[in-house]
């Protein structure tokens, strides 16, 4: 298995286009899950995010969305 991608918060921001404080405020602990997609090293404050896990997340496929013939769409 190979070993994951790991980021601190200024190489995210770079990657995503989101400023660090908008990540820390925001998306750690709301969207981004400890455990998941990021770890605090030796229980510090620091935090290191796993990159494919968040791409992975990022690049969700879109719903199926299937016309249906009065007009309306059924989410399959």
């Not at 070993?3 to 990540?23: C, D, F, G, N, V």
Request: hydrophobic share 40%; net charge positive; proline share 7%.
């Amino acid at each position: 298995m190979q070993e994951p991608t790991l980021l601190t918060t200024e190489e995210l921001a770079a990657k995503i286009r989101y400023s660090q404080r908008y990540i820390l405020r925001h998306l750690v602990d709301n969207k981004l899950l400890e455990g998941v997609h990021y770890t605090r090293p030796f229980n510090g404050r620091k935090l290191l995010f796993f990159w494919e896990n968040i791409q992975a997340e990022l690049n969700l496929p879109t719903p199926i969305r299937i016309p249906l013939a009065s007009g309306g769409i059924c989410h399959g």
